[in-house]
């Protein structure tokens, strides 16, 4: 942690950064206070409380300040955890694909029963990269992968009955609820759900923490509120960026793409704006003690990131610090130079990063990500299969530079 505690790059986003005094928490509702033995194989405290009403999804809803969680609400370990079968409705493209993947082997390292049911045909192109090349990695560990339309999985999966049930692949009920329904009538006890931080609306007080308001109108949001409504036990999980080897999606890549071959990276705007990227073993780490606990996760929203923020400039320096080069940015105005933010720079112009707070204390979570060191490893990867030698074309960064005057590589 002595890196971490160094990086000039990375700044802490406790609720220590703001002022708590000045931060409105949500309004009292009355709870219900469940007694466990000690026996129960939910294994965190003896106590739960446990809210009736769906406070993640009020769009009036307020900042949850650090201690509104009671102490009761976090479970601590106790005996052997009760041995659960999951199905992981996996989506076959995207950043969320690596979540599926690195949740199923956790699960079975940990003594569950796995089904993947992953969208799509197993023979179809997407399934040439990863993490859908690694599946061997669940097979081979004890758990089953399987193909098709989610829509279907009464079909597919006939018969057969779960205990869990993770939705990785829905953006909006009509994807979403034909599996919440069928899960619902098979008996299924826990439904889990891969949201989305960027539901929340912009803040003028970040980080983005549970109970912040959301976009009404967001396909996230309609889901969280119809598994809500349908499911005793149900949680949902807001990721933002990850990083992780298996995804399909560039994140770091982006980075390394352009200092391995002396480009400038340009970022746009000042570079100091704030984001959360997370190692996705952290997002499955959060996912498992859900299952493994299912009556304190009940009825939850919990952002599903790192504890930590880091600058857009910072990111930069620490993917060069990785790959032991140095690196020129060059920063700029997307208006100014006329292109789109989204299609020239991967993460968003804007101050973007929410914490932790929930799992932290109902779940007893925390975070392992370590950026400094986390993205040696994905250097060494990135070298390892050949992408530092690929040809490449940065047709959009040098527009940019040419508006810039700035002069292009060779």
């Given at each position: 942690m002595a890196a971490l505690a160094s990086s000039s790059s990375l700044l802490h986003s406790s609720s220590s950064s703001f002022n708590s005094s000045s931060t409105p928490s949500i309004s009292p509702v009355s709870r219900i206070s469940l007694k466990f033995p000690s026996s129960s194989s939910s294994s965190l405290s003896s106590s739960l409380s446990i809210s009736p009403s769906f406070l993640g999804f009020s769009l009036n809803s307020r900042?949850?300040?650090?201690?509104?969680?009671?102490?009761?609400?976090?479970?601590?370990?106790?005996?052997?955890?009760?041995?659960?079968?999951?199905?992981?409705?996996?989506?076959n493209s995207g950043g969320h694909a690596v979540i599926g993947f690195y949740f199923a082997k956790e699960l079975l390292g940990s003594g569950h029963d796995v089904t993947v049911l992953t969208v799509g045909e197993e023979s179809s192109d997407k399934m040439k990269k990863t993490p859908f090349t690694?599946?061997?990695?669940?097979?081979?560990?004890?758990?089953?992968?399987?193909?098709?339309?989610?829509?279907?999985?009464?079909?597919?999966?006939?018969?057969?009955?779960?205990?869990?049930v993770l939705d990785n692949n829905g953006k909006d009920l009509d994807s979403v609820s034909p599996v919440a329904d069928w899960a619902k009538s098979s008996g299924v006890k826990q439904f889990l759900f891969i949201s989305s931080a960027g539901i929340y609306k912009p803040t003028d007080e970040p980080p983005h923490v549970e109970g912040d308001a959301v976009k009404a109108d967001a396909g996230h949001v309609l889901v969280e509120k119809y598994i809500?409504?349908?499911?005793?036990?149900?949680?949902?999980?807001?990721?933002?960026?990850?990083?992780?080897?298996?995804?399909?999606?560039?994140?770091?890549?982006?980075?390394?793409?352009?200092?391995?071959?002396?480009?400038?990276v340009l970022i746009p705007g000042s570079g100091m704006q704030l984001t959360n990227i997370s190692h996705v073993r952290?997002?499955?780490?959060?996912?498992?003690l859900a299952v493994q606990n299912p009556a304190a996760a009940s009825g939850h929203i919990f952002n599903c990131v790192s504890d930590r923020a880091v600058?857009?400039?910072?990111?930069?320096?620490?993917?060069?610090?990785?790959?032991?080069?140095?690196?020129?940015?060059?920063?700029?105005?997307p208006k100014a130079v006329g292109v789109d933010a989204k299609k020239a720079f991967p993460f968003r112009n804007m101050h973007f990063y929410a914490e932790p707070r929930a799992a932290n204390e109902i779940l007893g979570w925390s975070a392992t990500t370590n950026l400094p060191e986390d993205l040696k490893e994905r250097y060494e990867e990135y070298v390892k299969i050949g992408r530092d030698k690929k040809e490449m074309k940065f047709e959009l960064d040098d527009k940019i530079l040419e508006s810039l005057k700035v002069p292009v590589a060779a």
């Open positions: 900042r949850v300040s650090p201690n509104s969680y009671s102490s009761t609400t976090v479970v601590q370990a106790s005996g052997a955890v009760e041995k659960k079968k999951v199905l992981i409705v996996n989506t690694r599946f061997s990695e669940i097979t081979s560990a004890g758990g089953r992968t399987v193909w098709g339309n989610p829509a279907d999985v009464g079909k597919i999966l006939e018969g057969e009955v779960f205990d869990a809500s409504e349908i499911f005793g036990s149900w949680a949902s999980f807001r990721p933002q960026y990850m990083i992780g080897s298996g995804n399909n999606k560039d994140c770091e890549e982006w980075f390394f793409d352009r200092i391995v071959r002396g480009r400038p952290d997002l499955s780490s959060m996912l498992t600058t857009l400039d910072g990111m930069a320096r620490l993917c060069a610090k990785a790959a032991g080069s140095s690196v020129e940015i060059v920063h700029y105005d």
